[in-house]
Each structure stands twice: as C-alpha cells, then as structure tokens.
C-alpha cells in the first residue's frame, strides 16, 4: 500500500470510516511530508498546522459521535491563494496583497467546510493567475515534483504540484485559459475545469471574470467527481452562477456505460505538438476504440483565433479588474507617493509583477477610445464563432479527446518569451471561451519521465458524462498510482 498521503479520498475515506485512521493522524502524516519536501518545491505560500490539526480533530469527533458528513470529511485539501479562506492569507501571489488576510469565506470554501474537508494551506501561483509556469508569482517559483529544475504549470501550479507531491489529498485551483488542466498534465494528475456558472466565484479573487471557474485536482477521476459535488451549486452571490441539477458525480461514474462516440479536432495535432505527446494521446484513443468507442475526425476552424481572443478579452477584463488595487482601500500602499495621484501610480508599480502589467497595459490598450470596436468588440464577435464551432461538432459525438498541453515541463526560465509562454494553452484556451468543461487525465510519461496528459472536452453542464468517460481510461490504466522521488 502508498504513503497514507498518496492515497485517493476513496481509499482515505473507507479508512476513516473503518476507524484504521483518523482525521488527526493523517493531517499529521501530511504536514510531516510537507515540511520534508517544501524546501525543494515550493508549493505553498502559507500553512496553518495549528488550524488544520483542530479542523482534523472536529472531524475525529463528529465520527466518534456519528456524524460524519461523507468522504471528504476529514480529508486535507489545499486552495489555490486566490480563493479566499476567512482569517487566512489571500495574496494571489502578489506583492500588492503579501499582507491581506480574508475577511470572509468564498462559497466553494464554506461548501467544503460543511463537507468536512480539512482546509489547508494557500498554494502559490502566477501572480493574479496569469500565467502558465508558476515563474510569475511575487513569492517564489514553485517546482515540478517530477524535476525540480523543471516548472509545474501555471497558473494553479502550486496546487498541482502539492498534489503530485503528497503534500494534500485533493487541490482547487482557477482556470482561465487552462490553468487547472495545464498544470494537473504537467504534474501527472487528475485536473477538471467546470462548466461556467457551475461552481460559484464568489471568493475567487478576479482575474478575467467572463473566462474565470474554479475547478478541483485529485489522484483519480472517481476523486475530482467527489470535490466537484462538495463545490458545485448555484449561488445567489454569484450573478453568473447558473442553477444547474447538481448530482452525486462519483454515483454516476457507474451510471453512464458506453460506449461513447468521441470527436477528434484535427486543429489540435498539428504543427508545435510534442511528438511523445502526440504519440501518448493516440494511445489513449487507441484504448477508447477498443472499447466500442466510435471515433470521428471534427473540425474547429476558428481554433486558429483563440488565442488572439482570448489575450484581447482576458487582458480586458484584467485591466478592469485589477483596476481597485490603487493604494488606497487595499493592499500595498506605496511610501514614495507624493500626492493622491502619485499615490496610486506608486503602489501599482510597486506592487505588480512583469507581466500583470504587461496584461493591464494590453487590455486598456484594448478597451481605449477608437479601438474598442477594432478590438473588444471583434473579439467577443469571434468567441461566439469559436463556440458554435464545438456546438457544432457536438451534434455528431459526445465529447472531444486532444492533447492538454504541447509540450512537456520545460526547465525553468527556459520561455522567457510572453508569446512562447502564451503558446503553451494553446489546446485549453478554446474551452473558457467556449464555457465548456474540461478535464485533463494523466496518460503516460515522456522518455525522460515527464508526465503526459489527455483532454477530455464535454458538453454545457454535461460534468457526469465527461467524469464518467475520463474515468473509463482512469480506472483501466496505472498513471495514478505513480509518484516522483523526493
């Protein structure tokens, strides 16, 4: 049997409930693992052992008395630092937020809480999650678990990397333009991203409001179903939330048998795609039409805009967003300023990194007299193109399978090009402006044991089908239960 740390919530949970473990001794377990591997990866920007050590021994209690609240009660999870946690530090890995705790609980923390989850640590990122490498944080870089010199992925790299590391059970993360499921494919692990509106964003600090969803990391397929039930919902604080039937989504693993007919974008494995991905990915196809799968080539035409779309509409709405760190509410208040206006020119500059500014600068670049409509405007105009391409191509199968990422984990400091760096989404971009779900699962390793991961694409609201295809490969494959040497 693995590491109490590298076992699935499944397995933790029957454990649990056996009284063969508790809550307490397996918080102990993973701290101890944290703090023997931190130094070298670098995944979190904060933890709590007193907090989370009380959290564990209430769970210990409401079992002794009978009331456990389900599988993840007593199960140590880690957020991504821009989800907010009350009382806990929320920077999102800015300089301009080091020293701003929470004063409340976004609702898929408040949900997790009343599932009985451990609430553990604040996972580093890309500063204000734009990023693709964890390389942009105003903290420090986090490492890949598989190779330290190597990056996790971005902008939850930290939350894939704490995974992958045995340093928490399951991880939320953001994703914008693939930031859970870019990482999880780096890291080797499980990483989903909601349908928009099914998970709240209350508490989500805002990078690209329109683009922006929380979304969960675990070891297996059957685990991310089981956070994707404690977090979804509708959320009357959210006005984007959408009241969606949420079910039990590791019930209906079982429920949805096959086979599936699976669409094949020839737009994604073309020029720029890794050959041991590619190579990886057809193996996972391979394995699908084994099982009955009806395979079919589809067609995105307007995938060869996204990335254009989206670095006009994201950096649009960052520069909207990121518009209330002035100097003057919150956050970091510059000491140089010399009047009011000064004030807030000093602290932004003092406060952002590199390439938040460079995504401010774009995106009011954007928005400025004469070349909204050029701009903006155009793309909205275009994202509705690309949606209806993966509309389109849903009338004849279920979901698409494509590669994650292009490219394995590259050395760090190895893409000091924005444009290079940008590339790197290139087949994950598509789904946030599309609203569809996503997930990444682990399919193989590169010759110098680099993690591979294969996207699954469903349909709007669509999670227990997706879930259950994901989980078909999952389950008849052994990627999840192996582990890098720390």
């Not at 204000?128 to 903290?139: K, L, Y």
């Not at 035409?301 to 950096?315: E, M, S, V």
């Not at 199968?397 to 984990?409: C, F, K, N, R």
């Not at 044991?449 to 669509?462: H, K, Y």
């Amino acid at each position: 049997m693995s590491e109490v740390f590298y076992q699935s919530i499944t397995q933790l949970a029957a454990e649990l409930e056996a009284k063969k473990l508790s809550a307490v001794e397996l918080m102990q377990a993973v701290i101890a693992r944290t703090k023997a591997v931190e130094p070298r990866v670098r995944a979190f920007n904060s933890f709590d052992e007193s907090d989370a050590l009380a959290q564990a021994a209430a769970s210990d209690t409401r079992r002794a008395a009978g009331q456990s609240r389900g599988p993840l009660d007593g199960i140590p999870v880690a957020l991504k630092d821009v989800i907010a946690v009350k009382d806990q530090p929320l920077t999102a890995s800015s300089r301009i937020l080091a020293n701003f705790v929470s004063p409340y609980d976004a609702t898929v923390t408040t949900r997790l809480r009343d599932a009985g989850a451990v609430l553990w640590g604040r996972c580093n990122c890309d500063e204000f999650a734009m990023g693709s490498s964890t390389e942009n944080s105003g903290f420090h870089v986090t490492g890949n678990p598989w190779d330290v010199t190597r990056v996790p992925g971005g902008s939850s790299g930290g939350s894939a990397a704490a995974l992958a590391a045995g340093e928490a059970i399951a991880t939320l993360g953001s994703d914008t333009g693939g930031s859970v499921r870019q990482p999880a494919a780096l890291c080797g692990v499980v990483g989903m991203k909601p349908t928009y509106g099914l998970v709240s964003r209350y508490g989500l600090i805002a990078y690209a409001s329109s683009l922006d969803q929380i979304g969960p990391f675990g070891r297996t397929v059957e685990d991310t179903a089981t956070v994707l039930r404690a977090i979804a919902g509708h959320d009357e604080r959210d006005s984007t939330s959408y009241r969606a039937t949420i079910l039990d989504y590791r019930a209906e693993l079982a429920a949805h048998k096959g086979p599936w007919r699976l669409g094949i974008p020839k737009e994604y494995f073309g020029e720029g795609l890794d050959p041991e991905i590619g190579a990886a990915v057809e193996q996972a196809i391979a394995f699908y039409k084994s099982q009955g799968c009806e395979i079919r080539e589809v067609s995105l035409p307007h995938t060869r805009y996204c990335l254009d779309t989206y670095y006009i509409i994201a950096t649009a709405e960052a520069s909207s967003n990121l518009a209330r760190y002035d100097g003057v509410r919150y956050g970091h208040r510059s000491k140089q300023a010399k009047d009011g206006v000064d004030l807030s020119y000093q602290s932004r500059a003092e406060g952002f990194g590199a390439e938040v500014k460079r995504r401010i600068i774009l995106g009011t670049y954007v928005l400025s007299s004469g070349y909204y409509d050029a701009y903006y405007l155009r793309a909205q105009k275009v994202r509705t193109l690309i949606r209806r391409d993966f509309l389109e191509a849903y009338k004849d199968v279920d979901a698409l399978i494509t590669p994650t990422s292009p490219v394995p984990a590259f050395k760090i400091g190895e893409k000091s090009d924005p444009l290079a760096m940008y590339l790197c989404d290139i087949y994950t971009i598509g789904v946030n402006l599309a609203g569809l779900p996503g997930i990444s699962v682990p399919c193989g390793f590169t010759k110098s044991g680099l993690p591979i991961g294969v996207q699954l694409i469903g349909q709007p609201f669509q999670e227990a089908c997706l879930l259950a295809i994901a989980h078909a490969y999952d389950r008849a494959h052994d990627w999840n239960t192996r582990h890098p040497i720390l």
